[in-house]
Protein backbone atom coordinates (compact mmCIF):
# COMPACT_ATOMS: atom_id res chain seq x y z
CA UNK A 1 0.00 0.00 0.00
CA UNK A 2 1.53 3.68 -0.77
CA UNK A 3 2.03 5.83 1.56
CA UNK A 4 0.12 9.17 0.77
CA UNK A 5 2.36 12.20 2.13
CA UNK A 6 0.65 15.25 2.64
CA UNK A 7 2.27 18.45 2.37
CA UNK A 8 3.06 20.17 5.91
CA UNK A 9 2.56 23.99 4.58
CA UNK A 10 2.96 26.67 7.26
CA UNK A 11 5.70 28.47 9.20
CA UNK A 12 6.76 27.12 12.62
CA UNK A 13 9.34 28.41 15.03
CA UNK A 14 11.68 26.25 16.90
CA UNK A 15 9.70 23.46 15.04
CA UNK A 16 9.94 19.81 16.15
CA UNK A 17 9.99 17.89 13.06
CA UNK A 18 9.47 14.30 12.39
CA UNK A 19 11.77 12.49 9.83
CA UNK A 20 11.04 8.91 7.88
CA UNK A 21 13.56 6.67 6.58
CA UNK A 22 13.87 8.20 3.86
CA UNK A 23 14.89 11.35 5.11
CA UNK A 24 11.61 13.46 4.27
CA UNK A 25 9.65 15.51 6.90
CA UNK A 26 6.95 14.18 7.49
CA UNK A 27 5.49 16.04 10.28
CA UNK A 28 6.55 19.54 11.99
CA UNK A 29 4.76 22.03 14.72
CA UNK A 30 5.77 24.77 16.75
CA UNK A 31 8.33 23.65 19.39
CA UNK A 32 9.49 24.87 22.62
CA UNK A 33 12.50 26.86 23.18
CA UNK A 34 15.23 26.35 25.03
CA UNK A 35 17.22 28.92 27.34
CA UNK A 36 18.67 31.86 25.83
CA UNK A 37 21.83 33.53 26.14
CA UNK A 38 22.37 35.43 29.60
CA UNK A 39 21.98 38.86 28.97
CA UNK A 40 22.73 41.64 31.41
CA UNK A 41 19.48 43.62 32.10
CA UNK A 42 20.20 45.44 35.03
CA UNK A 43 23.34 47.41 37.26
CA UNK A 44 23.36 49.57 40.34
CA UNK A 45 25.80 51.15 42.28
CA UNK A 46 24.19 53.35 45.04
CA UNK A 47 22.25 52.69 48.18
CA UNK A 48 18.88 52.45 48.46
CA UNK A 49 15.59 49.98 48.56
CA UNK A 50 13.97 49.63 45.34
CA UNK A 51 12.08 46.74 43.32
CA UNK A 52 13.54 44.39 40.64
CA UNK A 53 10.98 43.08 38.25
CA UNK A 54 12.49 40.44 35.94
CA UNK A 55 12.28 40.52 32.08
CA UNK A 56 8.73 38.91 30.88
CA UNK A 57 10.71 36.17 29.19
CA UNK A 58 12.85 35.63 31.76
CA UNK A 59 13.59 32.31 33.39
CA UNK A 60 16.74 32.38 35.10
CA UNK A 61 18.66 35.00 36.79
CA UNK A 62 22.11 35.27 37.76
CA UNK A 63 22.62 37.93 39.97
CA UNK A 64 26.02 39.52 41.50
CA UNK A 65 25.59 41.31 44.75
CA UNK A 66 28.33 43.43 46.82
CA UNK A 67 27.97 44.53 50.22
CA UNK A 68 28.83 48.05 50.87
CA UNK A 69 32.77 48.68 52.24
CA UNK A 70 33.36 50.08 55.30
CA UNK A 71 35.53 53.59 55.54
CA UNK A 72 39.00 53.75 56.14
CA UNK A 73 40.68 55.10 59.66
CA UNK A 74 41.95 58.07 60.13
CA UNK A 75 45.32 59.07 60.15
CA UNK A 76 47.69 60.47 62.72
CA UNK A 77 51.23 62.27 62.93
CA UNK A 78 51.30 61.60 59.09
CA UNK A 79 50.70 58.17 59.28
CA UNK A 80 47.53 56.58 57.79
CA UNK A 81 44.65 55.47 59.04
CA UNK A 82 43.43 51.47 58.26
CA UNK A 83 41.67 50.45 54.83
CA UNK A 84 37.99 49.72 55.42
CA UNK A 85 37.19 45.93 54.69
CA UNK A 86 35.66 45.74 51.22
CA UNK A 87 32.31 44.43 51.23
CA UNK A 88 30.86 40.59 50.48
CA UNK A 89 30.40 39.42 47.03
CA UNK A 90 28.93 36.80 45.89
CA UNK A 91 27.47 35.00 42.44
CA UNK A 92 23.48 33.78 42.94
CA UNK A 93 22.09 31.70 40.21
CA UNK A 94 18.08 31.79 41.04
CA UNK A 95 15.44 30.12 38.57
CA UNK A 96 12.60 32.55 38.64
CA UNK A 97 8.50 32.01 37.70
CA UNK A 98 6.45 34.71 36.00
CA UNK A 99 5.72 37.74 37.02
CA UNK A 100 9.19 38.07 38.72
CA UNK A 101 8.98 40.92 41.16
CA UNK A 102 11.61 41.30 44.17
CA UNK A 103 12.89 44.19 46.55
CA UNK A 104 16.23 44.52 47.11
CA UNK A 105 18.15 47.00 49.09
CA UNK A 106 22.28 48.30 48.69
CA UNK A 107 24.21 49.10 51.72
CA UNK A 108 25.42 52.69 52.11
CA UNK A 109 29.74 52.92 52.66
CA UNK A 110 30.77 53.93 55.60
CA UNK A 111 32.00 56.88 56.39
CA UNK A 112 35.69 57.67 57.43
CA UNK A 113 37.09 57.80 60.75
CA UNK A 114 37.68 61.26 61.59
CA UNK A 115 41.41 62.62 62.70
CA UNK A 116 42.74 62.03 64.56
CA UNK A 117 42.89 57.99 64.66
CA UNK A 118 39.42 57.08 64.72
CA UNK A 119 37.54 54.09 63.24
CA UNK A 120 35.95 54.22 59.76
CA UNK A 121 32.30 53.03 60.00
CA UNK A 122 31.19 49.30 58.81
CA UNK A 123 29.40 49.63 55.55
CA UNK A 124 25.78 48.53 55.78
CA UNK A 125 24.51 45.37 54.18
CA UNK A 126 23.35 44.85 50.54
CA UNK A 127 20.52 41.79 50.11
CA UNK A 128 18.31 40.78 47.21
CA UNK A 129 14.41 39.01 47.75
CA UNK A 130 14.32 37.78 51.38
CA UNK A 131 17.24 35.45 51.99
CA UNK A 132 20.56 36.40 49.65
CA UNK A 133 22.63 38.68 51.61
CA UNK A 134 25.77 40.30 51.37
CA UNK A 135 27.07 42.16 54.25
CA UNK A 136 29.07 45.29 54.47
CA UNK A 137 32.97 45.52 55.61
CA UNK A 138 34.18 46.77 59.14
CA UNK A 139 35.73 50.06 58.93
CA UNK A 140 39.31 50.04 59.43
CA UNK A 141 41.02 51.50 62.52
CA UNK A 142 43.05 54.68 63.01
CA UNK A 143 46.72 54.50 62.25
CA UNK A 144 48.50 51.42 64.33
CA UNK A 145 44.80 49.99 64.50
CA UNK A 146 43.83 46.93 61.82
CA UNK A 147 42.04 46.81 58.03
CA UNK A 148 38.74 46.48 58.09
CA UNK A 149 37.62 42.69 57.76
CA UNK A 150 35.71 42.12 54.96
CA UNK A 151 31.81 41.10 54.97
CA UNK A 152 30.18 37.87 54.70
CA UNK A 153 27.59 35.81 52.36
CA UNK A 154 24.33 34.33 52.84
CA UNK A 155 23.14 31.48 50.54
CA UNK A 156 25.71 32.27 47.89
CA UNK A 157 26.25 30.42 44.26
CA UNK A 158 29.53 30.83 44.63
CA UNK A 159 31.58 33.65 46.83
CA UNK A 160 34.14 35.61 45.42
CA UNK A 161 34.72 37.64 49.06
CA UNK A 162 32.96 36.01 51.66
CA UNK A 163 35.17 36.96 55.23
CA UNK A 164 38.12 36.49 53.72
CA UNK A 165 41.13 37.78 55.26
CA UNK A 166 41.34 41.69 53.54
CA UNK A 167 44.83 40.63 52.46
CA UNK A 168 42.64 38.13 50.23
CA UNK A 169 39.96 40.13 49.74
CA UNK A 170 42.47 42.37 47.63
CA UNK A 171 43.92 39.68 45.83
CA UNK A 172 40.00 38.67 44.75
CA UNK A 173 38.73 42.09 44.22
CA UNK A 174 36.83 41.48 40.91
CA UNK A 175 36.20 44.41 38.35
CA UNK A 176 33.13 42.57 37.11
CA UNK A 177 31.92 44.47 33.92
CA UNK A 178 29.01 46.90 35.84
CA UNK A 179 30.54 46.90 39.18
CA UNK A 180 32.63 49.99 38.58
CA UNK A 181 31.95 53.30 37.31
CA UNK A 182 34.06 56.34 36.26
CA UNK A 183 35.80 58.11 39.40
CA UNK A 184 34.73 61.34 40.00
CA UNK A 185 36.58 64.63 41.01
CA UNK A 186 36.61 64.65 44.30
CA UNK A 187 38.78 61.19 44.37
CA UNK A 188 40.89 62.08 41.06
CA UNK A 189 41.93 65.64 42.00
CA UNK A 190 41.89 65.52 45.84
CA UNK A 191 45.55 67.11 46.41
CA UNK A 192 46.94 64.64 49.01
CA UNK A 193 49.36 62.42 48.52
CA UNK A 194 48.70 58.90 47.90
CA UNK A 195 45.20 58.78 47.74
CA UNK A 196 45.14 58.88 44.20
CA UNK A 197 47.19 56.04 43.55
CA UNK A 198 45.89 54.18 46.59
CA UNK A 199 42.96 51.59 47.58
CA UNK A 200 43.31 49.59 50.30
CA UNK A 201 47.29 49.29 51.59
CA UNK A 202 48.16 48.71 47.93
CA UNK A 203 49.82 51.36 45.70
CA UNK A 204 48.37 51.62 42.11
CA UNK A 205 48.86 53.45 39.02
CA UNK A 206 47.52 57.27 38.42
CA UNK A 207 45.50 55.35 35.66
CA UNK A 208 43.92 52.72 37.47
CA UNK A 209 41.80 55.64 39.53
CA UNK A 210 39.71 55.63 36.65
CA UNK A 211 37.40 53.13 37.74
CA UNK A 212 36.17 52.62 41.55
CA UNK A 213 34.07 49.39 42.44
CA UNK A 214 31.11 49.30 43.94
CA UNK A 215 31.81 47.67 47.82
CA UNK A 216 34.91 48.53 48.12
CA UNK A 217 36.27 49.52 51.65
CA UNK A 218 37.65 53.27 52.04
CA UNK A 219 40.82 54.16 52.15
CA UNK A 220 42.92 55.29 55.38
CA UNK A 221 43.34 58.88 56.01
CA UNK A 222 47.02 59.96 55.50
CA UNK A 223 48.43 63.80 55.66
CA UNK A 224 49.13 66.17 53.47
CA UNK A 225 51.85 65.52 50.67
CA UNK A 226 55.00 68.06 50.87
CA UNK A 227 53.59 70.89 49.08
CA UNK A 228 51.09 71.31 51.42
CA UNK A 229 52.73 71.11 54.73
CA UNK A 230 53.46 75.17 55.93
CA UNK A 231 56.89 75.69 56.20
CA UNK A 232 58.58 76.08 59.57
CA UNK A 233 55.71 74.99 61.61
CA UNK A 234 56.01 71.15 61.48
CA UNK A 235 53.21 71.23 60.57
CA UNK A 236 51.05 67.86 59.44
CA UNK A 237 47.36 67.70 59.98
CA UNK A 238 45.73 64.10 59.93
CA UNK A 239 43.29 63.52 57.74
CA UNK A 240 39.72 61.99 57.09
CA UNK A 241 39.33 57.94 56.19
CA UNK A 242 38.02 57.89 53.08
CA UNK A 243 34.54 56.61 52.78
CA UNK A 244 33.70 53.24 51.67
CA UNK A 245 31.99 52.38 48.38
CA UNK A 246 28.35 51.72 48.31
CA UNK A 247 27.13 48.07 47.77
CA UNK A 248 25.91 47.38 44.07
CA UNK A 249 24.47 44.88 41.83
CA UNK A 250 24.58 43.19 38.39
CA UNK A 251 21.94 41.19 36.86
CA UNK A 252 22.20 38.96 33.96
CA UNK A 253 18.69 37.17 32.42
CA UNK A 254 18.28 34.50 30.04
CA UNK A 255 16.30 36.41 27.08
CA UNK A 256 19.32 36.50 24.58
CA UNK B 1 14.79 56.63 71.63
CA UNK B 2 17.87 56.32 69.32
CA UNK B 3 19.98 53.86 68.49
CA UNK B 4 24.04 52.66 67.79
CA UNK B 5 23.37 50.14 64.56
CA UNK B 6 25.81 47.55 64.44
CA UNK B 7 26.64 44.81 61.87
CA UNK B 8 25.15 41.83 61.94
CA UNK B 9 27.05 38.67 61.47
CA UNK B 10 27.15 35.14 63.23
CA UNK B 11 30.04 35.24 65.81
CA UNK B 12 30.71 38.90 65.02
CA UNK B 13 30.84 41.06 68.21
CA UNK B 14 29.94 44.77 68.74
CA UNK B 15 33.06 46.73 68.34
CA UNK B 16 33.78 50.15 66.43
CA UNK B 17 34.77 48.62 63.43
CA UNK B 18 31.37 47.13 63.10
CA UNK B 19 29.54 49.82 64.04
CA UNK B 20 27.18 51.21 60.81
CA UNK B 21 26.56 54.50 62.26
CA UNK B 22 24.03 55.85 64.72
CA UNK B 23 20.14 56.28 64.30
CA UNK B 24 17.59 58.63 66.20
CA UNK B 25 14.44 57.12 65.05
CA UNK B 26 12.58 53.79 64.27
CA UNK B 27 12.93 55.12 60.09
CA UNK B 28 16.40 55.84 60.29
CA UNK B 29 17.21 52.16 61.33
CA UNK B 30 15.01 51.51 58.44
CA UNK B 31 17.27 53.43 56.02
CA UNK B 32 19.90 51.27 56.74
CA UNK B 33 19.07 47.70 56.94
CA UNK B 34 16.41 48.51 53.99
CA UNK B 35 13.82 46.36 55.34
CA UNK B 36 16.08 43.11 56.29
CA UNK B 37 15.91 44.00 59.56
CA UNK B 38 17.95 41.31 60.33
CA UNK B 39 21.24 42.10 59.04
CA UNK B 40 21.43 44.70 61.66
CA UNK B 41 21.73 44.71 65.63
CA UNK B 42 20.66 47.62 67.61
CA UNK B 43 21.81 49.25 70.91
CA UNK B 44 19.46 51.83 72.44
CA UNK B 45 20.86 55.23 73.36
CA UNK B 46 19.11 58.48 74.66
CA UNK B 47 17.83 61.10 72.41
CA UNK B 48 20.62 63.84 74.01
CA UNK B 49 23.41 61.33 73.75
CA UNK B 50 22.63 61.44 69.92
CA UNK B 51 22.49 64.64 69.51
CA UNK B 52 25.66 65.13 71.34
CA UNK B 53 27.30 62.90 69.26
CA UNK B 54 25.78 64.33 65.92
CA UNK B 55 27.29 67.42 66.73
CA UNK B 56 30.74 65.84 67.98
CA UNK B 57 30.18 67.31 71.40
CA UNK B 58 31.28 63.56 72.61
CA UNK B 59 33.28 60.83 70.86
CA UNK B 60 31.66 57.18 70.66
CA UNK B 61 34.01 54.48 72.56
CA UNK B 62 32.84 51.03 72.27
CA UNK B 63 35.09 48.13 73.81
CA UNK B 64 34.26 44.48 74.80
CA UNK B 65 30.61 44.64 73.64
CA UNK B 66 30.05 48.20 75.85
CA UNK B 67 29.57 51.91 74.71
CA UNK B 68 30.69 54.87 76.19
CA UNK B 69 30.40 58.57 75.14
CA UNK B 70 32.87 61.04 76.56
CA UNK B 71 33.01 64.92 76.18
CA UNK B 72 34.69 66.26 73.30
CA UNK B 73 35.42 69.90 73.94
CA UNK B 74 36.44 72.61 71.50
CA UNK B 75 39.03 74.12 71.56
CA UNK B 76 39.10 78.00 71.47
CA UNK B 77 40.66 78.57 68.39
CA UNK B 78 44.15 80.38 69.72
CA UNK B 79 44.52 77.21 71.52
CA UNK B 80 44.51 74.71 68.26
CA UNK B 81 48.05 72.94 68.00
CA UNK B 82 50.38 74.44 65.19
CA UNK B 83 51.27 71.10 64.12
CA UNK B 84 47.12 70.79 63.02
CA UNK B 85 47.22 73.57 61.12
CA UNK B 86 46.04 73.74 57.48
CA UNK B 87 47.47 75.71 54.56
CA UNK B 88 44.28 77.71 52.43
CA UNK B 89 44.73 75.04 49.39
CA UNK B 90 44.21 72.53 52.18
CA UNK B 91 41.67 74.00 53.82
CA UNK B 92 39.87 73.96 50.31
CA UNK B 93 39.67 70.39 49.59
CA UNK B 94 38.83 69.34 52.90
CA UNK B 95 35.83 71.77 52.79
CA UNK B 96 34.74 70.44 49.26
CA UNK B 97 34.84 67.12 50.31
CA UNK B 98 33.26 67.58 53.57
CA UNK B 99 30.74 69.20 51.52
CA UNK B 100 30.07 66.53 48.97
CA UNK B 101 29.62 63.48 51.62
CA UNK B 102 26.80 66.19 53.09
CA UNK B 103 25.47 66.87 49.50
CA UNK B 104 25.22 63.12 48.39
CA UNK B 105 23.62 62.16 52.22
CA UNK B 106 20.93 64.96 51.15
CA UNK B 107 20.13 63.85 47.71
CA UNK B 108 20.72 59.70 48.80
CA UNK B 109 18.61 60.15 52.11
CA UNK B 110 15.90 62.90 51.86
CA UNK B 111 13.19 61.46 54.66
CA UNK B 112 16.52 61.06 57.65
CA UNK B 113 15.13 62.53 60.24
CA UNK B 114 18.30 65.03 60.49
CA UNK B 115 17.92 66.28 56.91
CA UNK B 116 17.20 69.66 58.01
CA UNK B 117 20.57 69.73 59.93
CA UNK B 118 22.05 68.35 56.60
CA UNK B 119 20.74 71.37 54.72
CA UNK B 120 22.05 74.04 56.99
CA UNK B 121 25.51 72.79 57.38
CA UNK B 122 25.60 72.75 53.24
CA UNK B 123 24.74 76.08 53.37
CA UNK B 124 26.96 77.27 55.31
CA UNK B 125 30.08 75.48 53.43
CA UNK B 126 28.38 76.95 50.86
CA UNK B 127 28.62 80.33 51.90
CA UNK B 128 31.83 80.17 54.03
CA UNK B 129 33.76 83.11 52.43
CA UNK B 130 37.44 81.30 52.70
CA UNK B 131 39.32 84.23 51.19
CA UNK B 132 38.43 86.37 54.08
CA UNK B 133 39.89 83.25 57.27
CA UNK B 134 43.58 83.87 57.57
CA UNK B 135 45.69 81.33 56.85
CA UNK B 136 47.04 78.70 58.64
CA UNK B 137 43.59 77.91 60.22
CA UNK B 138 41.85 75.01 61.78
CA UNK B 139 40.09 72.17 59.92
CA UNK B 140 36.76 72.55 58.60
CA UNK B 141 35.11 70.14 61.30
CA UNK B 142 36.07 72.64 63.99
CA UNK B 143 35.05 75.83 61.46
CA UNK B 144 31.84 74.07 61.73
CA UNK B 145 31.31 73.19 64.97
CA UNK B 146 32.09 76.81 66.15
CA UNK B 147 29.04 77.81 63.92
CA UNK B 148 26.96 74.78 65.45
CA UNK B 149 27.06 73.80 62.12
CA UNK B 150 28.55 70.55 62.46
CA UNK B 151 27.01 66.95 61.18
CA UNK B 152 28.74 64.04 62.11
CA UNK B 153 28.55 61.76 59.12
CA UNK B 154 28.57 58.36 61.35
CA UNK B 155 24.62 59.65 62.81
CA UNK B 156 23.61 60.31 59.15
Same mark, same amino acid.
Given at each position: MPRIIKPASGTFTTADITVDSSGRIIAASTGTAGGGNMVRTFNKAEDGTTTFTAQPGSSKIHVYLKGAGGGGGGGQGGQFGMAGGHGAFGFFNIPVSQPYSVPFTLGAGGAGGGPPNSTGQAGAASSFNTNLVANGGNGGGGTGGSNGTPGTLQNETYAFIDGNTFDDSQKKLFTFEGMAMQDDDVYSNTVFQNNVYRIGPTYLNPGDLRMRVGGTGGVGGNAPNNDYIIPGTGSNPARHGKPGYDGSLVIYEDIG | MAYLVFKNEEGLTRSDQTLIRAAKTDEDVQIIHGGKSDTVNTVEITDAEYDAYLKSDVTLTITADSYSFENNPLPAESDV? @? !? @?LLTKESFEADLQEYKQALTSVFHKRSTHSQIGKVTSAIDFLTNL? !??SISYPTENIDNKCRRADKYVNLHCI
Open positions: - | N @E !T @ED !TS
